[in-house]
């Protein structure tokens, strides 16, 4: 969630490979726009989408991974996973309030 320039989900899709894909939203159409003209130059494979990434991403779902690079004023913790998902544990998360560990 959040494309921005395109930067971070090229090299996602780097990183997954021919077998893995990247899907990315972007909330901003303007900013989806041009992440879309630097996305193409590179011809890296990332499927691009406008949308509020916060309502969820039900086209193409079940995501293996969510990375989201964006600010966020609410994290809904019931869609956050807290298990394991084929092996990975979830990252650690902190928000602003939370109190130190």
Do not use: F
Not at 39 to 62: I, M, W
Request: hydrophobic share 40%; net charge negative.
């Amino acid at each position: 969630m959040g494309t921005g320039t395109g930067w971070t989900a090229a090299l996602l899709s780097h990183l997954a490979g021919e077998d893995g894909a990247v899907t990315s939203i972007e909330v901003d159409a303007a900013v989806a726009e041009q992440a879309a003209k630097n996305l193409a130059v590179t011809s890296v494979p990332v499927r691009l989408l406008v949308g509020d990434g916060a309502l969820g991403c039900a086209d193409g779902a079940s995501y293996d991974r969510v990375h989201v690079t964006c600010a966020v004023h609410t994290v809904l913790i019931r869609r956050w996973p807290t298990e394991e998902v084929h092996g990975r544990k979830p990252a650690h998360r902190r928000c602003r309030g939370d109190e130190a560990d």
